[in-house]
């Protein structure tokens, strides 16, 4: 079996924790600050589900060496035997490189060299991507069809003393975010813009490693647009969802049948309800968090709650300690509301309020100290601190913290 090596996105914490989530601590292992490598092989990941992570890569070999010169001569010299085994046609050429101390001027010029070794060697044409920078993003990978059959991009990864060394299998289509994003029907600034790729993360970390082909319930109490429950609907996964606005009730309704259809989506009306207006695959109701009830009983939860005041600069104390008081008495409230309707183990994922109130120092909700209270158990992962679950922007005052728990 293959291993597979994951560059992480802007936040790495939570990528890792998508992924422990997902496949466990065990086939996890931290490669650097940016990546982590998997004993999964890379063709049983279905990449497109996880916003956490930026590239997928097959993990070729571990260099036990960090020095260029070594691994250039290293790459030079098996190269061309690997590039035999592409179709024929023009070999798309990329390199991208992690934690190792080189410019892009000197990764261009390896770049050539190993271009230059494989025309010799093989006869093939090589078109070589250019660096800007140390690593390709994933529009550059995808423009130059690097994950293609002629497509070969070479991902350098340092890792303490040694060097993994990756090939590309995917990227992150940022295309598929945007139409999922911006083409939606219904979008609503001032209830917040919850990205896709978070929503997806916010999924894997409820549902952990269910499958969706055994049914279960997906539930999102605070369902706003519909983020959530669209991100779920294309991982497979059975969806209700629920607001205290009926017109965020009607929002979610309008995007989700729009997701019927779309080239991303597995979801289609059956033929036999081609004409039936009132047809829904999934349910949909209005009802405040904090008291109402939900039927049937959902199998997982996952949910962006109420963040409060979206403060653009710092508020005075008195303002801030109202707000997380507000903030606090909503989901303790929700949380002892649901906490009798979900089976004992039932997991949840909650994006809830954090206030950064100088840099990278946050004040928290205090309920988080009290959950046992609450009757439930918080989840500690093993690869990420739990300080390591927070999604923000540096200037960012008011940020989205993930707390996944258990019901006991």
Not at 172 to 199: E, S, T
Not at 237 to 255: A, I
Not at 310 to 323: D, G, K, V, Y
Not at 373 to 378: E, S, T
Request: charged residues 20%; contains cysteine; proline residues 6%.
């Amino acid at each position: 079996m293959s291993a597979s090596l994951v560059i992480l996105g802007r936040l790495p914490g939570l990528g890792t924790a998508e992924l422990e989530s997902v496949f466990g601590a065990d086939k996890l292992h931290a490669a650097s600050s940016q990546a982590v490598s998997l004993d999964v092989d890379p063709g049983e990941i279905d990449f497109k589900r996880f916003g956490g992570a930026v590239k997928l890569c097959k993990l070729l070999t571990t260099l036990k060496t960090t020095n260029w010169k070594a691994i250039e001569k290293y790459l030079i010299q098996t190269s061309p035997d690997q590039a035999k085994n592409l179709p024929e046609g023009k070999m798309h050429l990329g390199l991208s490189m992690y934690g190792l101390s080189v410019g892009p001027k000197q990764l261009l010029a390896t770049g050539l060299s190993i271009k230059k070794a494989v025309q010799r060697e093989t006869s093939k044409s090589v078109r070589l991507v250019p660096n800007k920078t140390a690593e390709l993003n994933a529009a550059q990978i995808l423009h130059h069809r690097l994950t293609g059959g002629n497509g070969w991009e070479l991902v350098l990864v340092r890792s303490g003393d040694k060097t993994l060394l990756g090939q590309t299998v995917a990227a992150q289509d940022i295309d598929a975010y945007a139409a999922r994003d911006f083409d939606r029907p219904k979008r609503d600034a001032k209830v917040g813009m919850l990205p896709p790729k978070l929503a997806q993360i916010i999924v894997n970390l409820s549902v952990s490693n269910a499958d969706p082909a055994h049914g279960g319930v997906l539930l999102d109490p605070f369902c706003g647009t519909g983020v959530i429950l669209q991100e779920a609907t294309l991982m497979g996964f059975d969806v209700y969802g629920s607001d205290l606005d009926p017109r965020m009730v009607d929002y979610t309704d309008k995007n989700l049948l729009w997701l019927m259809g779309q080239p991303f989506s597995t979801i289609h009306r059956p033929d036999e309800y081609a004409d039936d207006a009132t047809w829904r695959y999934f349910r949909l109701e209005q009802g405040d968090a904090t008291t109402h009830q939900w039927s049937p009983a959902p199998s997982f939860v996952a949910s962006e709650t109420y963040l409060g005041r979206p403060f653009t600069s710092m508020p005075s104390a008195e303002i801030l300690a109202q707000t997380i008081a507000e903030c606090n008495t909503i989901l303790r409230k929700f949380l002892q509301n649901i906490q009798p309707q979900l089976q004992p183990g039932a997991r949840l994922c909650l994006a809830i309020p954090a206030w950064q109130v100088r840099p990278n120092e946050f004040k928290h909700l205090p309920l988080i100290d009290l959950l046992s209270d609450l009757g439930y158990n918080q989840v500690r992962f093993t690869h990420v601190r739990d300080t390591g679950l927070l999604y923000y922007r540096p200037d960012q005052i008011v940020a989205r913290e993930l707390l996944v728990i258990t019901r006991k």
